[in-house]
C-alpha cells in the first residue's frame, strides 16, 4: 500500500512512500480527491472500469455434479443403497434399477432445492450488504462498499464500518476498533499527521482499514486500496471461507435420521429373524426385510427442511426481516420477552419540537409538525434566540429542502438533531449563514456514556463560545453556577415534559473555553449556563399498539429499552399497552444499584429500561435469559452489539442501524418497526410448525407402512407391497406434496399459541399422539383392505396393486389431516395452499401412470385397475381424514368448554 505518481486514483506503485508516510495534501493531490467536493460520477465511472470492484474474492461455485453428490451424503439414503445392492444380489434386477432411480431422483430434487436455498440466501446478503458513507460531487450520500474507489472521501462517525483502507486527513476524537485485523483489544485513538515508513501496521494510527470500524468520534479518509489490494484482502487470499455451523434444528434432524437409520437395521434384523424362525424361503425374507428398511426411511425430510428454511428466510425477507443466521429462523418461535428500543421501532421517528423551555421560567409552544420549517412560536422570537442559535449550530443533521429527486423537505441525519435545525428555521434563522459566520473549531462528539455533546464557535462580534447539548439531568450536572433553585425547576420542567412523552434535551454555553477533547467534560463542569430546555413529540407508529396486543397473545413479553428519559418511555409504553397497571420504569442509575438477585425478581414488573448505558443493555439480557427466557433484543449503536450478540435473537435496525450492529445481530429489521419484529416472530413459528407438519406426517406413514408389513409376516400372509412399490410411496407419493406442506402459509393461530419450548421435540407427546391414532387407521384400512381381497380368491397381482392404492391414498387424505392440529381440513380447503393442491394433483397423475402405463406396470408390479373401482377405494381411504376430524372436533368442543 504505497503512494504512486502515476494518474490520479491509480493504485500505490512499490517505488514510492506508503500512504501513511505522506502528508494527508500530499495524498489527496496523488489521488485526485477535492476534499471539499469528493470525486465527481464521472470520475467513479472512470476509476470503477480501472480498479474494479470493491470486493474479496468468492468461493468457487460448486459445480452441478458436487451439489448432486452432497445429497447422497446421507445416513437415509445409505439405507436405499443397501436396499438396491440387496435386491440385485437376489436378481430382483428391476427393483433394483427403481430404487436407485428414485433415489437419483431424490437428489436431483434436493441439489435444485440447494441450489434454490443459497440463491435465496445471495439474495439476502445483497439486501444486507454493507453502506458506508461517501463525499460526491460535494453532496454526502450512502453507497453500497462494493462501490468504493481509491479517491472517494469517506465520512465516518461512531458506529461505522469501514469498507476500504483509507488514508485520515481529517478527525474529531477517531477512535476505531481494529481487533479483526491487528487483534488490539481495545479502540486505537486515531490522527492525522504523517508517520515514518517503518511504521507497523498495528500503529499505523493515520490509517483506516477494511473490515474495521469506528467506536467513537467523527472523521474523514480518503480511500487508497480496495478489495484484494487492502490488507484484509491481502490476509482472505490466505484463508478459506468459513461456513456456517448447523443450526440446533438442523443437528435434531441429524440426530433423528441417525435414530431412524438404527431403527431401520435393527427392524430389518428383526423380520429376517421371524422369516428363517418361519422357515420362510430366504429370498421372500430378505424382500420383505429390504421392504422394511425402505418404509422407514422419510426420504423427503432433508429436503422438505431445506426448502422450510429457504422460504420462510424468503417470507420474512419480503416482509423487511433479514435473516442473517439460520438459527434464528428457529430461534424466533421460542422467543418469549422482545427488549425493543423506543425511538424510531415502536414511534415514528419523526421528530418535531413542540415546547420550549426558558431558565425564566416561560415555557413557549411551537406550532407545525414534520420537516418543513413551518411554525410559530407562542412567545417573541428575540427571547429564543440564544436556545435556537445552540440548538442549530451544537448539531451535525441537515436540513434538505425540496429537490427532483425529493418532494418534501428532509433531514440528513440523525431525526432528533434534524428537528432542531428545523426548529431553528421556523425562527427564521439562515442555517448556511449562520455556519459561515459561527464556524466550528473544535467538538466533543456524543457519547453514550456522557449523553452529552458539545462544540467550540468563533464568532466575529463576541468571544468563543462552547455549546453543549444532551440529556437533562447530564446537562444540568455542570449547571451549578446557575444556582440550585434554577437546577431544581429546570429538573422539575424537564419531567413534567417526560411525562407528556416529549423527548427532552438541554442546552447550555460555556463562553470562551478551549474546549480540550482530551480532557472531555469535567473542566466545564460549575461554568455552563442553562441556556433552556427542547421538547420534542415522536408520535407511536399506529400498527404498533395491535402488534403489541399480538405479542401479549402470543405469550410473547415487549419490554422498551430506550436512553430517553423513564417517564417519557413510560408514558408510550403505557399508551402502546406495554406497561400495564403495577409495571414501573426504572433508569440506569437505579439498574446500577440494583443486584442480580433484585434485578431478577423484580423483572416481572419492569415495563421500561430508560437511560441505560449500552453496557446495562448486555445486564438486562443475562437477567432475563437467567429466568430461563429466551430474547430478542433490538438496537443500532456500535456499543449495542455485546448485548446483540448475546440476545438469543439480536435485532439491528436497518435504517438507524450502525454496520456494527447489523454485523452482530440475526436478524436486520429493514424498517425499524417493531411490528416487523412481531411478523418475524410468527413466521419462525410457521416454519417451525410447517416443519413439525412434515414430520407428523412422513412417521405417521412411514409407520403405517411397518405396521401393514410385520403384520402380514407376523400372521403368515404374503407380502401386501414390494419394495418399489413402498419406496414409490415414500419417494413420489409422499414427495409432492411433502415439499409443499412446508409452503403452508399461517394458519392464524400462530400467534395465539404459547411459544414453542425451547427443548422442544420433534416428535413430542403431541405428535406422538397423533401418530398414535393416524397409524393404526392408515395400517388397518391397508391390511383390512389386504386381507378382505385376498379371502376373495382375487389374483395377488390385484390385490398388491389395489393395497398399493389404497395406502397411497391413505397418504393423500392424511397429509389433510396434518395441516391443522385443531382446524377442520374441510374448512381450510386446499385454496389455502395452492402449492398443497398441485402436489396432490401431481401425486394422483403419477400414480395413474404406475397404474395405466404398460411400462410403470412391469417396472411398480402393479395392473390396470377398473376406474370404477377406484371410487370405493378411496371412500374406504377416507376413513383416515374423518377419524382425525372427530378428534379435532373434540378437541375444539372441549376448548369451547374450557372457555
Known sequence: MTATTKAPGSEAAPSAPPWHALQAETVLVRLGCDPASGLSATEVELRQTRDGSNTLPEPPRRSVFSIIARQFKSPLIYILFVAALLAMALSHYGDAVVILLVVLVNALIGAFQEGRAERSMASLRQLSALRVRVLRDGHETSIEARDLVPGDLLLLAAGDAIGADARLIEEAQLQVAEAALTGESVPVRKAVPALPEATGLADRHNMVFSGTYATAGRGRAVVVAIGTRTEVGRIAGLTETATEPKTPLEQRIEQFGRWLVVAALVLFGTVVALGLFRELPLVDVLMVAISQMVSMVPEGLPVAMTIALAVGMQRMAARGAIIRRLSAVETLGSTTVICTDKTGTLTRNEMTVSTLWLPVGLEVAVSGIGYAPEGKFSADDTALAPLLRAAALCNDAQLLPPEKARTEWSVLGDPTEGALKVLAAKAGIDLAQLSRDAPREAELPFDSDTRMMATRHCFADAPRRVFIKGAPEAVLHLCAADGTALVHAARAAAEAMAARALRVLAFAVVEDDPLDPGVGFDPLAGRAHLLGLVGQIDPPREEVKSAVTECRAAGVRPI????????????????????????????????????????????????????????????????????????????????????????????????????????????????????????????????????????????????????????????????????????????????????????????????????????????????????????????????????????????????RTETFTVLAMCAWFNVLNCQSATRSALALGLLKNPWLLGGLSLSMLLQALVLYAPPMNTLFHTVPLAPASLLPLAALASCVLWAEELRKLIVRLGRRRVR
Open 560 to 799: 422498551m429499552v430506550t436512553g430517553d428519559h423513564k417517564l417519557t418511555g413510560l408514558a408510550i409504553a403505557r399508551e402502546l399497552g406495554i406497561a400495564r397497571d403495577g409495571d414501573r420504569a426504572i433508569d440506569g442509575a437505579e439498574l446500577e444499584r440494583m443486584n442480580e438477585t433484585d434485578l431478577r425478581s423484580a423483572l416481572d414488573h419492569i415495563a421500561v429500561f430508560a437511560r441505560v448505558h449500552p453496557a446495562q443493555k448486555l445486564r438486562i439480557v443475562e437477567a432475563l435469559q437467567a429466568r430461563g427466557e429466551v430474547v430478542a433484543m433490538t438496537g443500532d449503536g456500535v456499543n449495542d452489539a455485546p448485548a446483540l450478540a448475546r440476545a438469543d435473537v439480536g435485532v439491528a435496525m436497518g435504517i438507524t442501524g450502525t454496520e456494527v450492529a447489523k454485523s452482530a445481530a440475526k436478524i436486520i429489521i429493514t424498517d425499524d418497526n417493531f411490528a416487523t419484529i412481531v411478523g418475524a416472530v410468527e413466521q419462525g413459528r410457521v416454519v417451525y410448525g410447517n416443519l413439525k407438519k412434515v414430520i407428523l406426517y412422513l412417521f405417521a406413514t412411514s409407520m403405517a407402512e411397518v405396521l401393514v408389513l410385520m403384520l402380514a409376516l407376523l400372521g403368515g400372509f404374503p407380502l401386501p407391497l414390494v419394495a418399489v412399490q413402498i419406496l414409490w410411496i415414500n419417494i413420489v407419493t409422499e414427495g409432492t406434496v411433502t415439499v409443499n406442506l412446508v409452503m403452508d402459509p399461517p394458519d392464524g393461530e400462530e400467534m395465539k399459541r404459547a411459544p414453542v419450548p425451547r427443548d422442544d421435540r420433534l416428535l413430542g407427546r403431541d405428535t406422538l399422539a397423533r401418530v398414535a391414532l393416524m397409524t393404526p387407521l392408515i395400517a388397518g384400512v391397508t391390511f383390512g383392505w389386504f386381507m378382505w381381497r385376498l379371502e376373495q380368491n382375487v389374483p395377488i397381482e390385484l390385490v
